[in-house]
């Protein structure tokens, strides 16, 4: 992407336009490539989880990389918390998935009202409510997609640093 944020990027010579491309693609990819290898390679139970959360954290630099990076692991945390909490605090009631789910979110939700950055605490919740692995607790549960959540934007930052000692590099050799 460009290293101007929120620049229309059509009205760019094409050849900056290619190059923007190209950083995108192979920070997308590489972003996405580790953060997968890394949780197969860890074993976690649904490592689809971990580079979905890479691409969501992956932005055009590494400020704006490391503050969703701050933001996901502040909303996984709370989400995955209040799921965990509410689950067992209202499994002998033995209410219907769908009534659940409801409580879930408006906990959820009442909490991270005045912080919408930490919306992803919402998701959160609701994965881990309705994803909970068989054989697995709801705390095992919450605590695997908390893994992978975090793992995923881990790489991001990963990427996101290696792409901007990269680009000094290339500047650096390119003045002399």
């Known amino acids: 992407m460009s290293e101007r944020p929120h620049q229309i990027v059509s009205d760019l010579p094409r ?3 290619i190059r923007i491309m190209f950083v995108c693609a ?4 590489l972003t996405a490539g580790l953060a997968f290898g890394m949780a197969v390679l860890l074993q976690l139970h649904q490592p689809l989880w971990a580079p979905v959360s890479a691409l969501i954290t992956n932005k055009e630099n590494l400020g704006d990389t490391f ?9 996984t945390t709370l989400g995955a918390t209040l799921a965990i909490l509410c689950q067992i605090s209202m499994q002998h009631l033995h209410l219907a998935p769908s009534t659940e789910l409801m409580i879930v979110t408006a906990v959820t939700a009442a909490v991270i009202a005045n912080r919408p950055e930490w919306r992803v605490g919402l998701w ?3 994965i881990i409510l309705l994803s909970k692995d068989v054989g697995s607790t709801i705390l095992e549960t919450g605590l695997m997609r908390f893994l ?3 793992l995923g934007s881990t790489a991001a930052i990963v990427i996101a640093a290696l792409e901007t000692r990269a680009r000094r590099f290339w500047s650096d050799t390119t003045k002399h």
């Not at 503050?67 to 909303?75: Q, T």
């Open 15 to 17: 050849r900056t336009r």
């Open 26 to 29: 192979a920070r997308s990819s």
């Open 67 to 75: 503050s969703e990076f701050r933001n996901r692991v502040i909303g």
């Open 124 to 126: 959160t919740a609701v």
């Open 148 to 150: 992978e959540v975090t």
